[in-house]
């Protein structure tokens, strides 16, 4: 069963704000990564994580791998309305052969 | 990024027939190739795993025999629903990575088993 805690579980924001989301595990995790999926499409990856303490930015977006390597969170700045959809953590280890456990989901939704 | 095209993006079946959904890996070779089924507001969960020329691995509580995974080749993976009914109806996303490059997903097929 899922072993990530992803809160919140949705957010309503105003179009401009930040957002912030994040993940949680009970156990280690040698990889975070974070996906956003559209409505009937599939999740696209954002940003890939690799190592603990790393903070890696892509565009407004900006994710941080925990020193524990048991969370990660991800932000989002200046929020614009194509912002929303459905944002995922996944964490995979390299003794799972490179399955992915994922999050329950954040629903982003912006309003203009 | 690269290319998972997946086929068909929606699909409506009678109850007891079958139906396939291919995954394809469109510019790059697909050594593992991974199948999903995700409920309406809810995450992905993981069928099943596949490696090229090889069976597949499936998680606990998927029935192999309800749901074929054929990888036949290196950029094509198929899924086949069997004798599906109502309660097959759902989301099915594969995913595709070559060796031990991040994995890419597809668009997703809509199942609707009337």
């Known amino acids: 069963g899922q072993q990530l805690n992803q809160s919140p579980q949705s957010m309503f924001i105003q179009e401009g704000e930040d957002v912030s989301m994040n993940c949680t595990s009970s156990?280690?995790?040698?990889?975070w990564l974070w996906y956003k999926q559209d409505p009937g499409e599939g999740p696209v990856l954002l940003i890939a994580?690799?190592?603990?303490?790393e903070l890696t930015s892509n565009g407004r977006l900006t994710a941080q791998f925990g020193i524990t390597r048991k969370d990660s969170f991800l932000n989002i700045s200046a929020s614009i309305p194509s912002d929303v959809g459905i944002y995922f953590c996944?964490?995979?280890?390299?003794?799972?052969?490179?399955?992915?456990?994922f999050g329950e989901g954040t629903q982003l939704t912006v309003n203009p | 990024g690269a290319v998972v095209s997946q086929h068909p993006s929606r699909v409506i079946c009678k109850s007891g027939t079958s139906v396939k959904i291919e995954c394809r890996s469109l510019?790059?070779?697909?050594?593992?190739m991974f199948w999903y089924r995700q409920f309406p507001k809810k995450s992905l969960m993981l069928m099943a795993t596949?490696?090229?020329?090889?069976?597949?691995?499936?998680e606990q509580g998927v029935e192999k025999d309800k749901f074929l995974i054929n990888h036949a080749s290196l950029t094509l993976s198929t899924l086949t629903v069997t004798s599906a009914h109502p309660e097959d109806s759902s989301f099915y996303i594969c995913?595709?990575?070559?060796?031990?490059?991040?994995?890419?997903f597809g668009q997703g097929t809509r199942l609707t088993v009337v």
């Open positions: 596949s490696n090229e020329g090889s069976k597949a691995t499936y």
């Open positions: 995913s595709a990575r070559e060796g031990r490059a991040q994995a890419f």
């Open positions: 156990s280690i995790f040698n990889t």
């Open positions: 996944a964490g995979q280890r390299e003794t799972s052969g490179s399955r992915l456990t």
């Open positions: 510019d790059f070779q697909a050594t593992t």
């Open positions: 994580l690799y190592k603990a303490g």
